[in-house]
Structures are given as C-alpha cells and as structure tokens.
C-alpha cells in the first residue's frame, strides 16, 4: 500500500492514477507492518464505454469500423493520467467511497466519471467475485 488517505478524520482524497485497474485497499492499523486488505476496484466502465460508442454509430454502422472507433477510444483513455476525487460518509457506511469527481492531471480539464467505475473487489477475480456482484450461474441437473 502505497498511503494512506482516507481515515476516521479525514473522509475526502485525491488520488493520482496513472494505469488500470488501480487497486485500493485497507489497513486496520497505520503500520507498513501491518498487512493490506484490496477491497476497491478503480478501472474504466468498457460496458458503458461500448454501449456509449455502438448508439453513436447507430444501427447501420459498419462493425469493424465501430469496433475500431471502441477500441481506439479506449487507448485515448488509457494514455492519460486522471486526478480522482474520492468521499465517503463516516457516519452513513464507512466503507462506501463514492467517486466524486475526475480531471485528467495534465490539462485539469474534468472527464466524465462514467467512463470509470470504482467497484468492490473484496476477493481478487477479475469479472467480479460472485459474493461482490451477486451474479452467479445457477446450473441444475435431472439427475
């Protein structure tokens, strides 16, 4: 763990991240010591990302050329350094941090955070551990 920036005290930060995923975790105690827990998944949102492009092709679209829009918007995205702004609630639910805001770092020039998404990733699986989702495949069998 790199700081730490959020504390019973101090409920807002600024983090700079330079490449993705970026994970965040948490320590009980204040100690390089002490081990750290990943609990936060900071990455880009590609669902979204995607769904954002295809609609802006429309429907008669040629699809490599929409794929190659996708792709090389996602890699104008993944160049840049971003400036994150993160909070959270003591009170309401301490472990609940919200994504405020975000700029990329150069030009201070603000990025619509829904390009982004800051999921829980209290175990590490890449889709999403099914107790952090709730999605998981139910299969029954006749025998």
């Given amino acids: 763990m790199e700081e730490i920036f959020i504390t019973p005290e101090v409920n807002r930060c600024k983090i700079d991240v330079d490449s993705f ?10 100690s390089s010591f002490y081990p750290t827990r990943i609990l936060y998944e900071l990455d880009f949102n590609y669902k979204l990302i995607r769904e954002e492009r295809e609609q802006r092709h429309g429907a008669d679209a040629d699809a490599v050329a929409v794929e190659r829009d996708i792709l090389d918007f996602i890699d104008l995205l993944k160049s840049k350094k971003y400036t994150f702004s993160l909070a959270r609630q003591y009170r309401k639910n301490k472990e609940v941090l919200i994504l405020e805001n975000v ?3 150069e030009r201070k020039a603000p990025v619509p955070k829904r390009f982004f998404k800051l999921a829980l990733k209290t175990i590490n699986d890449r889709k999403g551990h099914w107790l952090d989702t709730g999605e998981f495949v139910l299969s029954v069998s006749d025998n």
Avoid: Y
């Fill in 21 to 30: 995923p970026k994970q965040i975790g948490v320590k009980q105690l204040e």
């Fill in 103 to 105: 700029l990329e770092t």
